[in-house]
Nanobody, 115 residues
Framework: VQLQASGGGLVQAGGSLRLSCAAS????????LGWFRQAPGKEREFVAS????????DYSDSMKGRFTISRDRAKNTVYLQMNSPKPEDTAVYYC?????????WGQGTLVTVSS
């Protein structure tokens, strides 16, 4: 399984940014894909997830309403739309996949939100 995250960069607070995660190496039916993040000096935290087949989503309470996870099954890609990001959203964002445990991880993409 390979997960390639991209789309990070510098964004102003209140702007928008879309991250992509290209997934390959297997069919993902029965799996969920998710986004996590890790800010400097902090532990990695869950952002959002989506079940590949059903499209059912789950979000961290702190990001619900600002971030949207989606997937394009034809492109084997998962997206994270970040709207109105805040400086505290600055982190390396990782995508991962799981049935029960998050056992495959991508390399991460850095998002920096300026005030």
């Amino acid at each position: 399984v390979q997960l390639q995250a991209s789309g990070g960069g510098l964004v102003q607070a209140g702007g928008s940014l879309r991250l992509s995660c290209a997934a390959s190496g297997r069919t993902f039916s029965g799996y969920k894909l998710g986004w996590f993040r890790q800010a400097p000096g902090k532990e990695r935290e869950f952002v959002a997830s989506i079940w590949w087949s059903s499209g059912i989503t789950d979000y961290s309470d702190s990001m619900k309403g600002r971030f949207t996870i989606s997937r394009d099954r034809a492109k084997n890609t998962v997206y994270l739309q970040m709207n109105s990001p805040k400086p505290e959203d600055t982190a390396v964002y990782y995508c991962a996949t799981a049935v029960t445990d998050w056992n495959y991880w991508g390399q991460g993409t850095l998002v920096t939100v300026s005030s």
